[in-house]
């Protein structure tokens, strides 16, 4: 009887940690991991002439890409060059 109680007492003990760490790679882990992949997916299929905002709100028309940049047209005649990875979304996708 002892050792019974015992044993649950020491299930409730290992359920609670395990509970949160599986909490955590679910709404914590996975999405950041899918977020990830998708934007390194659409860094590497972007193209001339695709409208894209920067992460820091600019928003203009890739006019040419390089290695790791890529020079955007924010107005008329205005060109300004950056990293890919600063690129954040496409805004055809904005719905």
Same mark, same amino acid.
């Given at each position: 009887?002892?050792?019974? +109680?015992? *044993?649950?007492?020491? !299930?409730? +003990?290992? !359920?609670?940690? =395990?509970?949160? =760490?599986?909490?955590?790679?679910? !709404? #914590?882990? @996975?999405?950041?991991?899918? @977020? @990830? /992949?998708? +934007?390194?997916?659409? #860094?590497?299929?972007? %193209?001339?002439? &695709?409208?894209?905002? /920067? /992460?820091?709100?600019?928003?203009?028309?890739?006019?040419? =890409? &390089?290695?790791?940049?890529? /020079? *955007?047209?924010? &107005? @008329?005649?205005?060109? *300004?060059?950056? &990293?890919?990875?600063?690129?954040?979304?496409?805004?055809?996708?904005? %719905?």
């Amino acid at each position: 009887m002892i050792l019974l +109680q015992s *044993l649950g007492s020491g !299930f409730a +003990q290992l !359920f609670f940690p =395990i509970a949160i =760490i599986l909490v955590a790679y679910f !709404f #914590i882990y @996975r999405p950041e991991q899918t @977020r @990830r /992949t998708n +934007q390194s997916n659409f #860094i590497s299929n972007m %193209k001339k002439g &695709d409208k894209v905002v /920067t /992460t820091g709100g600019l928003h203009g028309k890739i006019m040419l =890409i &390089d290695n790791n940049t890529v /020079t *955007l047209e924010v &107005d @008329r005649g205005t060109k *300004l060059k950056f &990293d890919k990875n600063s690129i954040s979304f496409e805004m055809s996708s904005v %719905k």
